[in-house]
């Protein structure tokens, strides 16, 4: 009935703690499949010696994480399609909470867990994803302690894909050639072109408070290969997916934004992971010309994104 998949590239220090967390689950009809990224560690080795009740899907080279998880999707089947990054722990209840939500609202398509941080259990990393008509994404809650003041069930605009749970069937129309995410991006924002291109069709994200997940903070990447590709992805992103109307009214936010992230960067010039920002947003400018040529509006899409922004900004939240 479940899939969960598991991305890894060289995570073998990461994995007992995520598939321990797993195999201790209260509901117990899912499969695990770990879609390993060519690793050149034990990862493999590790799964098969210790965990052999999940299914490894071996890549032959290096792709990174939106080819990945592209590969997962099409090697199964379940009606809901689980993520988990392999630097976290999952609490016991994460996925009888997470599905049981979808399973209680089917007007929601995609359902986001509350992560924490590892290391500091009482600190929210995410309680459900927002997106600035800017072109910057954002994280609710992000570095606030938890005080119960999300656990109230929300529409949010979307999940962030470290720890989410999506309808298959809604997946499969958001496909592009049988791809979920757009492997163009590579890694990082390909969940929130995701939940834009799920905004369009009018698919609608429901925040589960109580499937709670501990997250090591960039554990399997970060520094410097997510300073680049942040800095690459957050405009390729907006042009992509922004509405005609959207963009005559935000571009110069748009400018200032990466004007801002610019100045930022030169001011820590010394600094790699500052150095690799600017690469990316380099990098961004010479993929614009591909990222514009694939835009396609149909009105309804335009409408129902315009409308879905009163989710995106952080203090608007609805009950459900």
């Known amino acids: 009935m479940i899939d969960v998949v598991v991305p890894n590239y060289n995570g073998s220090a990461l994995l007992p703690t995520c598939l321990d967390s797993l195999r201790a689950q209260t509901r117990r009809d899912f499969t695990v499949t770990v879609v390993d990224d060519a690793s050149t560690d034990d990862s493999v080795a590790l799964i098969t010696t210790r965990y052999p009740e999940v299914r490894v899907l071996r890549l032959p080279q290096n792709r990174g994480f939106a080819a990945a998880v592209n590969a997962a999707f099409a090697a199964t089947r379940e009606p809901f399609f689980v993520l988990l990054n392999n630097d976290t722990e999952a609490d016991p209840n994460w996925l009888a909470a997470l599905i049981g939500a979808l399973e209680r609202w089917p007007q929601f398509a995609f359902a986001a867990a509350k992560l924490r941080l590892f290391d500091r259990r009482n600190i929210i990393h995410s309680a ?181 922004f009163e989710l995106s900004q952080p203090p608007a939240q609805r009950f459900v």
């Open 128 to 308: 459900g994803d927002f997106y600035r008509p800017n072109g910057e994404p954002g994280n609710r809650g992000v570095w606030e302690e938890d005080r119960g003041q999300y656990d109230a069930f929300h529409e949010v605009f979307g999940p962030c894909a470290g720890a989410a749970a999506y309808r298959r069937c809604a997946l499969e129309q958001l496909a592009e050639d049988g791809r979920v995410f757009d492997e163009a991006l590579v890694m990082y924002c390909e969940d929130v072109d995701l939940n834009l291109r799920a905004r369009r069709k009018g698919l609608r994200t429901i925040f589960v408070p109580t499937a709670v997940v501990y997250h090591r903070l960039s554990a399997s990447g970060g520094g410097v290969l997510a300073s680049y590709y942040c800095g690459r992805n957050f405009p390729l992103v907006w042009v992509k997916n922004m509405p005609p109307v959207v963009q005559r009214r935000y571009w110069p936010a748009l400018l200032v934004s990466q004007l801002r992230f610019a100045l930022h960067s030169l001011r820590h010039f010394r600094e790699p992971a500052a150095r690799a920002r600017l690469r990316g947003q380099l990098a961004g400018l010479r993929a614009l010309p591909h990222f514009w040529s694939r835009r396609a509006f149909t009105p309804e899409e335009e409408a129902a994104l315009v409308a879905a």
